[in-house]
Nanobody, 121 residues
Framework: QVQLVESGGGLVQAGGSLRLSCAAS????????MGWYHQAPGKQRELVAT???????NYADSVKGRFTISRDNAKNTVYLQMDSLTPEDTAVYYC???????????????WGQGTQVTVSS
């Protein structure tokens, strides 16, 4: 009944930009924090950026100054603008939303299916 759908991934040259989107849909009562994570082959999933319902943001040191997280509460959507991309940014990017559905009375962490970002040198 609740799902997160990501889009915007792809192949880009070093120094280029991509904008990822993640829309939550279904029987949603409210959404708290949202965020983006990435996972490179053979490594654990790591936090990239988070944003609270009030708009406060937090970034991993590796992306500060290059990435920008934002959200549109009316659309239940979170974005990740990625600039000055490097090959080290290559990974699967996952959207995360802490939300409460209309059928369960507690917040639960939902994950998107992941979208591949590949940065060529």
């Amino acid at each position: 009944q609740v799902q997160l759908v990501e889009s915007g991934g792809g192949l880009v040259q070093a120094g280029g930009s991509l904008r990822l989107s993640c829309a939550a849909s279904g029987r949603i009562f409210s959404i708290n924090d949202m965020g983006w994570y990435h996972q490179a082959p053979g490594k654990q999933r790591e936090l990239v950026a988070t944003i609270t319902s009030g708009g406060s943001t937090n970034y991993a040191d590796s992306v500060k100054g290059r990435f920008t997280i934002s959200r549109d509460n009316a659309k239940n959507t979170v974005y990740l603008q990625m600039d000055s991309l490097t090959p080290e940014d290559t990974a699967v990017y996952y959207c995360r939303a802490d939300l409460r559905s209309t059928t369960w009375p507690t917040f639960y962490r939902y994950w998107g299916q992941g979208t591949q970002v590949t940065v060529s040198s």
